[in-house]
């Protein structure tokens, strides 16, 4: 099976703008999750969807949105960017049954300028 | 809320040395799964090895092996005869049965020495 992609690999942003990352699951994989990845606070979770609906959400501002398509596709969006929105955004799809391990994409690296 | 908590930020090891990485969770769920994930510098996270909290048999993935001790909530991570590519960033992970969000430690960075 193919691995979990991300699209793009690489961004840059200038502050007050809008960015969409994608994500694509393994397939068969129903749920897809969202991390934040920086080097000061670690491993960040944003955000978890399943079967298009947001199950779990992490302490983020709503500059932060996600939704997840029907073919188990998800796409987050930053609104509004700030510099310290530089980050590595980690993408993860698990079966949603257990135990519910987590297979990560290589991420999206976001520098805000 | 449930934590994890890795309190090595740093570890060394000699190449072919035998390495434990520490990690304890807080919980009062009694049904629970535990993982331990390798990220190499500039590379894709990685599921190293998983444990359920039901299975009292520690889980092993050839030189990776864990020490789960339930009652202590404490889930260590034995990497043996220790090679230049297990050099990483090792993280931590716990996720409950009713599929809460999975929690990850802030990760030990593993160095390995020839």
């Known amino acids: 099976k193919a691995g979990v992609t991300q699209t793009p690999r690489y961004l840059i942003k200038t502050r007050g703008q809008q960015v969409t990352l994608s994500c694509s699951p393994i397939?068969?994989?129903?749920?897809v999750s969202w991390y934040q990845q920086t080097p000061g606070q670690g491993l960040q979770f944003l955000f978890e969807?399943?079967?298009?609906?947001?199950?779990n959400k992490g302490n983020f501002p709503g500059r932060f949105s996600g939704r997840q398509f029907s073919n188990s596709r998800s796409e987050m969006n930053v609104s509004t960017l700030e510099l310290g929105d530089s980050a590595l955004y980690l993408c993860?799809?698990?079966?949603?049954?257990?135990?519910?391990?987590?297979?990560f994409g290589p991420g999206t690296r976001l520098t805000v300028t | 809320a449930q934590t994890v908590t890795q309190s090595q930020p740093e570890m060394s090891v000699q190449e072919a040395e035998t390495v434990t990485l520490s990690c304890t969770y807080d919980t009062s769920e009694s049904d629970y799964y535990l993982f331990w994930y390798k990220q190499p510098p500039s590379r894709q996270m990685i599921l190293v090895i998983r444990q359920e909290a039901y299975k009292q048999q520690n889980a092993t993935e050839n030189r990776f092996s864990v020490n789960f001790q339930k009652a202590a909530k404490s889930f260590s991570l034995k990497i043996s005869d220790s090679q230049l590519g297990d050099a990483a960033m090792y993280f931590c992970?716990?996720?409950?049965?009713?599929?809460?969000?999975?929690?990850f430690g802030a990760g030990t960075r593993l160095t390995v020495k020839p």
């Open positions: 397939s068969g994989h129903r749920s």
């Open positions: 993860a799809s698990s079966p949603w049954t257990p135990p519910y391990e987590q297979y």
């Open positions: 969807y399943f079967s298009e609906t947001q199950r």
């Open positions: 992970a716990y996720r409950t049965n009713n599929n809460n969000d999975m929690r």
